[in-house]
């Protein structure tokens, strides 16, 4: 089980200010406040969109908006 904060990216529509507001939201609810400012730092040296994704998995999880609140697949 991981220790990483859940996230849905539903209605982010791949804004990746978006997504890590709702990274950075996420890790301070967690309580892991210095991992949300680590995160955010390694961004910023970030080459492109897909680097500062791959950043942002290694703090938090997204979640699969087909999946229900008890893990089945919804389609």
Avoid: H
Wanted: net charge negative.
């Amino acid at each position: 089980m991981s220790d990483k904060p859940k996230v849905k990216l539903s209605g982010q529509d791949g804004n990746i200010y978006a997504v890590i507001g709702s990274a950075s939201r996420a890790l301070r609810r967690a309580g892991q406040s210095d991992k949300c400012e680590e995160m955010k730092a390694k961004i910023k040296q970030a080459s492109d969109y897909y680097v500062a994704l791959g950043i942002i998995q290694e703090y938090i999880d997204f979640e699969d908006d087909t999946e229900d609140e008890d893990g089945e697949d919804d389609r």
